[in-house]
């Protein structure tokens, strides 16, 4: 099943702001705290959806699972397997064997194995190959805490599947929420012997939350949520050596897909991280993010534990980075990654070819911003790239 994509209308979005400094390489984290003025998410404002987890403490990371009220279609369950792999034209029946994929995330869902089954076999995707560990490497002693990363959990290890059903995928589930802890289980996924590490969580305006130390391993594609406050910089999605995934909204008319801006990812200007080298637009002098994208609203997933009885549907850019983690390993080439550099090096017309570029929508834009590409898609000032939605969304894996 393929499907093609055209250009969709803007969607107007109700600004929201979160804050745009982030630490430098190589120490913790310091991110500006947001201010009262700026305004709360679209998805919140407008009762759209409803966050997963509880809110983070200070210092913590937070999972950007957001699990909607309603479906937006008024259908049950929301995108599937078939819709990601058609939308995006991925090699999914074909290719990914032998291919690690860690999801790290905290605390523990009991049920993720057999959930993950259900879902598999509901979208008719092969048997999972799936291992669950704790930070330290057991399988076993699985940690306590907040059941609202189980909903985190499911989403992460179903989206894989759905973008890469023959790839192998372990779960590493930290102890907490804490820096110290995430950043073991992040390095535990390494000597495990992951390809790629998918991260759905970030830290939004906290002081030594993230290290850069626990994402630069060379021959590991680190991939990090863009975040669910619209515009926007934290951690670790910030680092030059992480994968910055925005997200879209996906449409679909006959067998026609169809994408624009999701008006509530992150990406922005982390003015306090040195600038790549591999980077060369002329509007931010720090770190430049998002680097690509995927759908994050409106999504499948089956999940039993936590109160929750079967399917839900879900939203956020904690959907859009397990899929781009799927495509990477799709193309086979995760040990061969330097953070974003793939698509910021690649030539216009790969681009064109191997990228579906995203020209209607915004994050939400500073004043001092305006319709600036680092919040708005389609704006030409850096040719085709928007810091919503990056170089855009997969078409096949070519640019992966």
């Known amino acids: 099943m393929r499907g093609t994509m055209k250009r969709l209308v803007p969607i107007v979005p109700t600004i929201a702001l979160a804050a745009c400094n982030a630490g430098s390489r190589?120490?913790?984290?310091?991110?500006?705290?947001?201010?009262?003025?700026?305004?709360?998410?679209?998805?919140?404002?407008?009762?759209?959806?409803?966050?997963?987890?509880?809110?983070?403490?200070?210092?913590?990371?937070?999972?950007?699972?957001?699990?909607?009220?309603?479906?937006?279609?008024?259908?049950?369950p929301g995108w599937g397997a078939q819709d990601i792999e058609a939308a995006y034209n991925l090699p999914s029946a074909t290719r990914g064997s032998g291919q690690v994929v860690a999801i790290v995330d905290a605390y523990d869902n009991p049920r993720v194995a057999k959930d993950l089954a259900k879902y598999r076999s509901h979208f008719a995707l092969p048997k999972a190959k799936f291992y669950k560990y704790n930070q330290d490497g057991e399988q076993s002693n699985y940690p306590k805490g907040d059941v609202g990363w189980g909903v985190e959990i499911d989403l992460d290890v179903e989206m894989v599947s759905a973008s890469c059903p023959n790839c192998t995928i372990y779960l590493v589930e930290a102890n907490s929420t804490d820096a110290s802890d995430t950043v073991t289980a992040e390095d535990q996924a390494v000597k495990l012997g992951a390809h790629i590490t998918s991260n759905?969580?970030?830290?939004?305006?906290?002081?030594?939350?993230?290290?850069?130390?626990?994402?630069?391993?060379?021959?590991?594609?680190?991939?990090?949520?863009?975040?669910?406050?619209?515009?926007?910089?934290?951690?670790?999605?910030?680092?030059a050596s992480v994968v910055s995934?925005?997200?879209?909204l996906l449409s679909k008319s006959g067998s026609t897909y169809g994408e624009?801006?999701?008006?509530?990812?992150?990406?922005?200007c982390a003015t306090q991280v040195a600038k790549p080298s591999w980077q060369h637009d002329p509007g931010c002098t720090g770190r430049t993010a998002n680097d690509v994208a995927a759908v994050a609203w409106n999504l499948a997933e089956y999940d039993t534990y936590g109160g929750y009885t079967g399917w839900v549907i879900m939203g956020g850019t904690s959907a859009a980075t397990p899929i781009v983690?799927?495509?990477?390993?799709?193309?086979?080439?995760?040990?061969?990654?330097?953070?974003?550099?793939?698509?910021?090096?690649?030539?216009?017309?790969?681009?064109?070819?191997?990228?579906?570029?995203?020209?209607?929508?915004?994050?939400?834009?500073?004043?001092?911003?305006?319709?600036?590409?680092?919040?708005?898609?389609?704006?030409?000032?850096?040719?085709?790239?928007?810091?919503?939605?990056?170089?855009?969304?997969?078409?096949?894996?070519?640019?992966?």
């Open 200 to 239: 759905s969580f970030e830290c939004y305006g906290f002081t030594g939350c993230n290290e850069s130390q626990g994402f630069e391993t060379p021959g590991i594609t680190y991939v990090a949520a863009a975040g669910d406050k619209a515009y926007g910089i934290g951690a670790p999605m910030a680092l």
């Open 325 to 400: 983690a799927g495509a990477f390993a799709l193309a086979g080439n995760g040990t061969k990654q330097d953070g974003g550099k793939t698509f910021w090096t690649l030539k216009s017309k790969k681009i064109q070819k191997d990228l579906h570029v995203i020209s209607s929508g915004n994050d939400g834009c500073p004043p001092s911003l305006g319709g600036s590409y680092l919040c708005t898609a389609g704006t030409t000032q850096f040719g085709t790239y928007s810091g919503p939605t990056g170089w855009g969304t997969p078409n096949d894996v070519g640019a992966f």
């Open 26 to 76: 190589s120490v913790p984290w310091t991110i500006s705290q947001p201010t009262a003025q700026q305004a709360i998410p679209q998805w919140q404002a407008q009762h759209l959806a409803r966050r997963a987890c509880r809110e983070a403490a200070h210092g913590d990371v937070q999972c950007e699972a957001l699990i909607l009220n309603k479906s937006p279609h008024g259908k049950e």
């Open 260 to 268: 624009v801006v999701w008006p509530d990812t992150g990406g922005g």
């Open 245 to 248: 995934v925005g997200g879209t």
